[in-house]
């Protein structure tokens, strides 16, 4: 894919101050954004009751929030992209947050497994337009130096709703049921994308870019040089720089999901954590360690990528290979108050990749392809992580249990994750040597000019 184009002649200078109004965006944005990442803690949280109440195996547990969810999460998300780069990303993530806010309160009602499949599945299609068209705002309201920290910090979304799953989750279940957690918190999620639709504004393509367009006039730049769709795939997966950060993003997220989805079940099976105890110990360990990541590493690859855009690959590299000692910790421990401490390292760590990714994907693409380039990165990232990481667990936690236990067969599980961490160590190693190559290209290219001119 080629590099970015941005598309305004009237792009704000590197020094300028970002506007009040971008800051209030991209909080709002945040905000939406938890509510995605708050449905997910919570099934994950309230997992071990609903299995219990619907009688069903881990198999289907991880087939129902990995592989069923990520199937249609990141075929609609490939689709959603498309149609954000030619339409209103505002009204297109409202719509979104509305539909998987609607099929979490479905969650709720479900009896069986294939209605509570079908409602993961609503969710899932919901959640597809939520990332890419934000990925795609933030950029149109940021400068390029800017969006490490500014996607850093909607990333944020992400730990503070896991935080506030596994919070509000465990303490409604507690006090009702699991039934009422999720129907409580999809209202809540309809609410919210009205509030959206209201207050954001749809910003113009390419506004923060530095360099100018070729074409000018106002949507010049949109209906120039909108790519078609199979263009736009192919120029993604053909650049090695893309290509290894959507790899190195999966096999970080293999782990990452497996993890999530898993760990709750594992305290509470394994190390006998009550939920009360999840509902707060859990959940604020959540909100530290993976916000403490999240916010570290958009602010430490802006500082880095100044001196070498090899750092956007190694940063998430160096914290994936720290992870394995603290894993294999967490899972040899006695305890939870011990595990859940040892938890907090991976926990911490395993963050690391995704905003020095986002900010990798969103500065390399034209502005036009922001939101479809966002969306491939996902759809990589999540059939990878998300419908692989959780599903393996739950087939190998049933396969170790036949023989050793349900106990046991889980505690094995997470053994069998290890070696997957050293795998996305080496995609990420990957992705910085691309970016390497790439970047002494550039300077080789900079120092022949003026000999061509």
């Known amino acids: 894919m080629t590099a970015a184009a941005p598309a305004a002649a009237s792009a704000a200078p590197a020094d300028a101050r970002t506007p009040?109004?971008?800051?209030?965006?991209?909080?709002?944005?945040?905000?939406?954004?938890?509510?995605?990442?708050?449905?997910?803690?919570?099934?994950?949280?309230?997992?071990?009751?609903?299995?219990?109440?619907?009688?069903?195996?881990?198999?289907?547990?991880?087939?129902?929030?990995?592989?069923?969810?990520?199937?249609?999460y990141t075929g609609f998300g490939v689709i959603v992209g498309f149609l954000a780069d030619r339409t209103s990303r505002v009204r297109i993530l409202a719509a979104g947050c509305f539909i998987w806010s609607l099929f979490t309160a479905l969650c709720g009602l479900a009896r069986t497994f294939p209605t509570m499949a079908v409602a993961r599945i609503g969710v899932g299609v919901g959640e597809a337009a939520g990332a890419p068209p934000s990925y795609s705002i933030v950029s149109d309201y940021f400068?390029?130096?800017?969006?490490?920290?500014?996607?850093?910090?909607f990333s944020l979304g992400v730990p503070f709703g896991m935080a506030l799953?596994?919070?509000?989750?465990?303490?409604?279940?507690?006090?009702?049921?699991?039934?009422?957690?999720?129907?409580?918190?999809?209202?809540?999620?309809?609410?919210?994308?009205?509030?959206?639709?209201?207050?954001?504004?749809?910003?113009?393509?390419?506004?923060?870019?530095?360099?100018?367009?070729?074409?000018?006039?106002?949507?010049?730049?949109?209906?120039?040089?909108q790519p078609g769709f199979l263009t736009t795939v192919k120029e993604f997966f053909s650049n090695p720089i893309l290509l290894f950060t959507a790899l190195g993003c999966g096999l970080s997220a293999f782990v990452g999901y497996a993890g999530l989805n898993w760990n709750v079940s594992f305290l509470m099976r394994v190390k006998d954590m009550a939920l009360a105890d999840i509902a707060a110990y859990y959940a604020l360990m959540l909100a530290i360690?993976?916000?403490?990541?999240?916010?570290?590493?958009?602010?430490?690859?802006?500082?880095?990528?100044?001196?070498?855009?090899?750092?956007?690959?190694?940063?998430?590299?160096?914290?994936?290979?720290?992870?394995?000692?603290?894993?294999?910790?967490?899972?040899?421990?006695?305890?939870?108050?011990?595990?859940?401490?040892?938890?907090?390292?991976?926990?911490?760590?395993?963050?690391?990749?995704?905003?020095?990714?986002?900010?990798?994907?969103?500065?390399?693409?034209?502005?036009?392809?922001?939101?479809?380039?966002?969306?491939?990165?996902?759809?990589?990232?999540?059939?990878?992580?998300?419908?692989?990481?959780?599903?393996?667990?739950?087939?190998?936690?049933?396969?170790?249990?036949?023989?050793?236990?349900?106990?046991?067969?889980?505690k094995m599980a997470f053994y069998a994750l290890t070696p997957f961490f050293g795998l996305a160590v080496l995609f990420l190693l990957f992705m910085a040597r691309a970016l390497g190559k790439k970047e002494k290209a550039d300077r080789a290219a900079m120092s022949a000019a003026p000999q061509t001119a």
């Open 289 to 410: 360690a993976m916000g403490a990541g999240t916010f570290m590493s958009g602010f430490l690859v802006d500082i880095l990528a100044k001196r070498s855009k090899v750092w956007y690959g190694l940063l998430p590299a160096i914290a994936m290979a720290l992870c394995i000692p603290f894993h294999l910790a967490y899972v040899a421990s006695s305890g939870w108050v011990a595990a859940l401490l040892l938890l907090a390292g991976p926990t911490f760590l395993n963050i690391f990749y995704l905003a020095p990714a986002l900010a990798v994907v969103q500065n390399t693409v034209k502005p036009s392809q922001r939101t479809m380039a966002g969306a491939l990165l996902l759809m990589v990232l999540n059939m990878i992580g998300l419908g692989g990481g959780p599903t393996l667990m739950g087939i190998m936690s049933d396969t170790f249990g036949a023989t050793m236990g349900p106990v046991e067969g889980l």
């Open 165 to 225: 799953g596994a919070g509000f989750g465990g303490t409604i279940a507690e006090i009702w049921s699991w039934r009422h957690a999720f129907v409580g918190i999809g209202i809540a999620g309809i609410v919210a994308s009205i509030i959206l639709l209201i207050v954001v504004r749809e910003p113009k393509r390419g506004a923060m870019d530095e360099k100018p367009a070729v074409a000018t006039g106002p949507g010049a730049d949109e209906a120039v040089t």
């Open 143 to 153: 400068p390029a130096h800017k969006r490490g920290m500014a996607l850093a910090i």
């Open 20 to 72: 009040p109004y971008s800051w209030f965006v991209l909080f709002m944005l945040m905000f939406i954004y938890i509510f995605n990442f708050l449905d997910r803690q919570l099934m994950s949280t309230l997992q071990e009751y609903i299995k219990a109440d619907l009688g069903l195996s881990d198999t289907q547990l991880g087939l129902m929030t990995g592989f069923f969810f990520a199937l249609f």
